[in-house]
């Protein structure tokens, strides 16, 4: 490839303790918690809304706060979830429940959520730049130590300096662009492109036990009819499909892309493309084999990719499946988790649908008050000064990353970063060797569940 050489002056944005990168679940917690604790943030966002995946990408279920009764997810989730029940924003699962059920998936409103997100940012006085990127990184040559980052939006390219950087762009862009380590599966899990439908008569469906738990009964059972008459144009026989959202309302999660590379513009551009095309496909498929959705129609898709894996860093620590096996708490753990493994299909074969079914429903699920512990070591790139990464791009291996990578976590780890980062600026400590006893001390008092008794002032090593 010919290579250009781009030599310009750009204007300096000076005066910002800490600049996040993406404003999805992660950088939403990670601002406004950083901003709380007194440091003047910079959040910066390529889409014009905050909320990621809940709102451009219309994952519009979120996933428990806990299980079997005890609560996992506390600190500014909870106030988010709080705030949505209160306005009436989010709803249980069936339409004769009236009470939200934390332990449950719980639908919302991705207007709502745009909307509460807003406000909090105005609260905090977090700058917030919409359809903005970061383009390019300054780091020392020699520590990883981030000097600045260079922005991209309509005014054209900012230089923005800061003291500390937070990445919550899902794809550890920033930490790539800082030459950070990062791992990149031989399995990517396959993306699809989220829809929201109308002309839903729950009440009805729920009157002759057509749905339970928001979800439509014996739908596998109509996906491997409609495969035996060759109805779709790829025969997937993984189908998340069709879920409560409100009135009237649902969303439709179906269709995988596959063999896509989520690190490439073109693949990416294909992949939503077809994603578009597989949604129709599927809002046929559910008029076509299931009574009661006749009268469906397509309101929107999602505006990205339902992007469910890309690139991870390599941390300070590397979580792994050994550790969800055996529940391993942690003296440094910033969150909490308890959700089974769920890898989707990497293909159309029968063999990769057998090894789904065996591994989602034989695998070991915890029980009453069981969990494993988050270490904070997964969110710093190895060695790094004043770099954090949040969100499903942590230092994780691909099973532990099927149990974490849903909205609540992401707001978890983003908490947990922001916090770490204010507390690194105010005592001159490095990221990968914070006080972490003080960290926990502090999240606590932000609402964030975190039981240990035994607490470390060094992060656990690997």
Known sequence: MDKYVFHREIPVDDGY??????????????????ARLGARVLLAESFGCLGGAGTSGLVINLGPLGRFGTLFVGGFQREVVDELFERKYISSTMPSKKELNLFDWMPFDPEGLKLVLDEFMEKEKVEVRFFTQVIAADRDAEALFVNGVVLSNIEGLRYVKAKAFIDCTGDATLADMCGVPCYISPHIMPPNLMAILGGVDWD??????????????????????AIEHAFFTQPARHVSGIFYNRKGVASLNAGHVFDMNPLNCRSLSDSIITGRKQVQ???????TYFKGY???????????????????IIGEYWLCYEDYLMQRKFPDQIGLNAQAVDIHPHDCSQEEWDRFCFEFMKQRRYGQGEYFGIPYGVLVPKGA????????????????????????????????????????????QDACRLNTE?????????????????????????
């Open 294 to 312: 006749e009268n469906l129609r397509l309101v929107t898709t999602a505006a990205m990719m339902g992007l469910r894996d890309s690139r991870r």
């Open 281 to 287: 496909e599927y809002l046929k498929f559910f008029q």
């Open 438 to 462: 003080t960290l926990v001390h502090t999240l606590r008092k932000q609402g964030a569940i975190l039981p240990q008794k035994i607490l470390s002032q060094e992060k656990t090593k690997l």
């Open 385 to 428: 000064r004043n770099l954090w990464v949040a969100g499903r791009c942590v230092s994780i291996d691909d099973k532990v990353h099927g149990s974490i990578r849903m909205q609540p976590c992401a707001s978890m780890m983003g908490q947990a970063a922001g916090v770490a980062a204010v507390q690194a600026i105010q005592t001159g």
């Open 17 to 34: 303790d800490v600049v996040v990168a993406g404003g999805g679940p992660a950088g939403c917690a990670a601002a406004v918690c950083a």
């Open 204 to 225: 009805e469906l729920e009157r002759t036990d057509a749905i339970a738990n928001g979800q439509i009964r014996k739908q596998q059972d109509g996906v491997f009819r």
